[in-house]
């Protein structure tokens, strides 16, 4: 597939159906709140730091979307909380007015008749140059493996540096990022939170939620945690820190 890759600033036709392309994404991945830090300026604020791809057969209809954030590191160690902390980490550096020193990725996401042709790792790459083209001498992505909601028992920090007799990852994306030039970091294990009441969770769902405990939810990477007593459900989704070097 012969692809037009560019950033949504040089592509503003595309802002209007960014978020409209048919993906993948459970509903209860759509709930973190965080997330409204972010997704609300992408097609305004963020616009450098989306790529957006259509085919050139077809031009005009979006296939793939990649969205990344600038935030404040200090030269941290990479954060604990992941996904939103990197996006919180960017909304106070704007509105602190502070310069950001550092870029992550947050998602790519492939239209669902496309999926498993490869476009993620081109996504990737895009990415990789947009970022160096930026400036930045790294992108860091607290990366969703792709194949660990198999295994939702599994502790993350054991399923992330699991590997296969090739020496490369057991995860289908991590091997991705590996073979594109990242390097696994750690594990972010609370990079996602999604908090609700087991109604709500009925809702995005579809299961009862009617039992205190853990509760498995096809698509997550762990157990929800339900309490039905107090009136709520928590899921917390580990990721894990990849970091690309740039230079």
């Not at 209860?28 to 791809?53: N, S």
């Not at 607290?142 to 699991?162: G, S």
């Not at 007799?165 to 939170?193: E, F, N, T, Y």
């Amino acid at each position: 597939m012969a692809l037009t890759i560019t950033t949504l600033a040089e592509r503003p036709e595309f802002a209007a159906s960014l978020f409209e392309m048919d993906h993948t994404w459970q509903e209860f991945m759509l709930q973190d709140p965080i997330a409204d830090l972010f997704y609300p300026l992408a097609t305004t604020t963020h616009a450098g730091h989306v790529l957006v791809a259509d085919d050139d057969a077809e031009p005009g209809r979006l296939v793939a979307r990649a969205c990344m954030t600038p935030f404040h590191s200090e030269g941290a160690e990479l954060p604990d909380d992941g996904w939103d902390g990197v996006i919180r980490s960017g909304w106070l550096a704007r509105e602190r007015g502070t310069r950001p020193d550092a870029v992550s990725a947050l998602e790519i996401t492939v239209r669902r008749d496309l999926q498993g042709t490869g476009l993620s790792g081109r996504m990737l790459a895009a990415m990789r140059e947009c970022a160096a083209r930026l400036g930045y001498g790294e992108l860091v992505a607290p990366v969703r493996p792709t194949m660990k909601h198999l295994e939702p028992h599994t502790p993350m920090a054991e399923y992330a540096f699991r590997t296969r007799a090739d020496g490369l990852p057991h995860d289908a994306w991590l091997r991705v990022h590996v073979r594109a030039g990242g390097k696994i970091v750690k594990v972010a294990p609370r990079s996602m939170v999604v908090a609700g009441t087991p109604a709500e969770w009925r809702r995005w769902t579809g299961l009862p939620f009617d039992r205190s405990g853990p509760v498995e939810v096809p698509g997550a990477l762990s157990p929800v945690h339900c309490d039905v007593e107090q009136d709520h459900a928590v899921y917390v989704e580990p990721n894990v820190w990849v970091s690309h070097p740039l230079t």
